[in-house]
């Protein structure tokens, strides 16, 4: 058997409005209610389990890989709402993305401050 990530618990302030966020902002299913929880699945099966944390929340890094087509509807939509946003971790290079390993990659937060990253190719993957 392959070791698989199934799902992550994200703390969230609200975990209704943090959860909205991201199927609205990636395009995905509109969460699920699961006991505490509400469920927010991505195309690879693994879920981000939103749940209301202790204040203040710690804000964790959260890396998406998506298609080029994916990468353009969901920075169209981070725009869309006014978001900052960043080509870099370090939050040096605001209203950028950047274009490691061949492909385009961007930084921002969620409403709970988590920091979120969308990426076209993988970390070390320079295509041919």
């Not at 804000?59 to 509807?73: C, I, R, T």
């Not at 950028?96 to 979120?116: A, E, K, M």
């Amino acid at each position: 058997m392959a070791v698989e990530l199934n799902h992550t618990i994200v703390h969230a302030e609200d975990p209704v409005i943090s959860a909205r966020f991201m199927s609205e902002v990636f395009g995905l299913p509109d969460p699920e209610p699961f006991g505490p929880f509400l469920v927010v699945r991505t195309a690879n099966g693994v879920s981000l389990d939103y749940i209301a944390g202790p204040a203040p929340i710690e804000a964790n890094h959260y890396a998406f890989l998506v298609s080029d087509a994916e990468f353009d509807a969901i920075f169209g939509r981070v725009k869309a709402r006014g978001l900052d946003h960043w080509a870099d971790p370090a939050r040096k290079k605001p209203g950028q993305i950047n274009t490691h390993f061949g492909g385009r990659g961007v930084y921002f937060c969620d409403p709970s401050g988590h920091f979120l990253e969308i990426i076209t190719r993988p970390y070390g993957k320079e295509l041919p």
